[in-house]
């Protein structure tokens, strides 16, 4: 997230804010793609990680990266903290632990969004390599403590540092040790977001599977295949979440408002300061209760779309629709990602089949598998099969509705060239994970550094 909304509209009722999510229906011919993705940065010479300050730091490459791109400056307390295209639509924004951040434009196809994370990394090195600086693509960090981490001066991230202790164990290392690769879809109407949204939770942790990508941790193999997904099991109940009443008769637009009403905030901002409201919902902040705490006590569309974007399930509503599961990883997966959810999402026909694929999975079972894939992945057993069979099919059918959407490149080839990785991975029935770990117990003769050298930008 780059920039904090500012709205001061006053928000009338609890209609209103459903009407806002409903505010990003489109017609098909206008959807588009954001793909968003995240990456550590390093130094090259001892693979510590860069810190904000200095002559070699974050702020020194976004300056970098400001000076090159010519985007608007985002700043905290006058500290730059990412730059916002004011053209395209994209922005470059911080995590909490230095990881770097792109947030694409909305995109008409797969090629412009992979000709997109090209530019953008070309451009990153292009600032980062004279400092000695390289960007790694994991989910979590392999090496480092979670005391190696630097902390940016954000300051919703000062206030979710200090709340995160406190509604979970893990909180602190989603912040500043993990890194992930995520899709924004759109939605026609009402009734295409809640397929969307149920076919997304649903396969979710499917693409989890696929995409795991995290194995290390403190230099060590961790036991896991996606530490990142593990992770978020135990960061904050409150707002982590599978979203089961997503798969009730009439979930819709008020459902969702319904839910997060219930959040409990991290922050309310006026006049560039954030308040910290931790442990008050936004029903109790709409019915009053911070008369008197804050200034300016009465909620705004700006509290609401901010708080919108505190909510971490695995697929999240705002205008659009987030698909939020997968680990980062290098350049191919980051175009693969969206290729996967594009292909199952965007074509009506695929969609249904897609639907029909998972309809009758209880929520019991969607827990299961949400649970377990983070250690198992691929091999996680569902039902009379395994994880491996239901990405293969859910694979061929998005392979199928890329192949119905036929956007072309140049050269004539369609969008399913970037679907190639995950039909790579579900081809041997390897995760990167898995791949990964077979270098560390085989060539790289258990070097964890050679990490480093394998998988950086």
């Known amino acids: 997230m780059a920039r904090d909304t500012v709205d001061s509209t006053p928000i009338g009722s609890l209609s209103e804010l459903a009407a806002t999510l409903q505010e990003g ?6 959807f ?7 990456k550590f940065g390093f130094f090259t010479a001892d693979l510590t990680p860069i810190p904000y300050n200095g002559s070699r730091g974050v702020k020194t490459v976004l300056e970098g990266m400001e000076g ?11 500290n730059i903290i990412g730059l916002a295209d004011p053209v395209g639509g994209g922005a470059i924004s911080i995590e909490p632990g230095g990881q770097f951040e792109l947030s694409g434009g909305p995109l008409d196809n797969l090629h412009q969004t992979c000709r997109e994370t090209n530019a953008h990394l070309a451009q ?10 390289g960007f790694l693509g994991l989910g979590m960090a392999p090496t480092w403590k979670r005391s190696d981490m630097p902390r940016m001066p954000k300051s919703r991230y000062d206030i979710m540092t200090n709340y995160m202790p406190k509604v979970g164990t893990r909180g602190l290392d989603m912040m500043y040790r993990t890194s992930t690769v995520q899709v924004n879809l759109d939605f026609e109407n009402e009734a295409d977001m809640a397929k969307k949204m149920r076919v997304g939770l649903a396969l979710q942790p499917i693409a989890t599977a696929i ?12 036991g896991l295949l996606s530490n990142r997904a593990e992770t978020w099991l135990d960061t904050d109940n409150d707002r982590v979440s599978s979203l089961p009443f997503a798969f009730d008769d009439g979930f819709g637009f008020e459902a969702y408002v319904e839910w997060a009403l219930d959040v409990p905030m991290y922050f309310v901002k006026r006049e560039g300061d954030y308040h910290d409201v931790t442990g008050t919902t936004f029903r109790a902040f709409m019915n009053g209760a911070l008369e008197g705490v804050i200034p300016d006590a009465a909620p705004t569309m700006g509290d609401w779309n901010n708080h919108l974007s505190t909510l971490f399930p695995d697929v999240r509503l705002k205008r659009y629709i987030e698909m939020r599961g997968a680990d980062a990883g290098p350049w191919r997966r980051i175009c693969a990602l969206p290729a996967f959810w594009v292909g199952l999402l965007y074509d009506a026909e695929i969609l249904d089949q897609a639907w029909q694929l998972v309809r009758d999975w209880s929520a019991e079972e969607r827990d299961v598998l949400r649970t377990a894939v983070p250690k198992t992945a691929l091999k996680t057993v569902f039902r009379n099969h395994t994880v491996l069979d239901i990405a293969r099919e859910a694979a061929a059918l998005s392979s199928e509705g890329l192949k119905r959407r036929a956007r072309l490149n140049d050269a004539g080839i369609d969008e399913r060239t970037h679907l190639e990785p995950v039909e790579e991975i579900l081809a041997t029935g390897l995760t990167p994970a898995e791949q990964m770990l077979r270098k560390y117990d085989g060539e790289w003769n258990r070097d964890i550094s050679h990490v480093f050298r394998d998988y950086a930008y």
């Open 25 to 30: 229906s489109k017609s098909p011919d206008q």
């Open 124 to 133: 990153v090195r292009q600032i980062a390599q004279p400092l000695g600086i």
């Open 68 to 78: 090159l791109l010519g985007w608007e400056r985002i700043e905290d307390a006058g």
């Open 32 to 38: 588009r793609i954001g793909t968003e993705h995240e």
């Open 211 to 222: 995409f795991a990508n995290s194995p290390f941790v403190e230099g060590k193999p961790n």
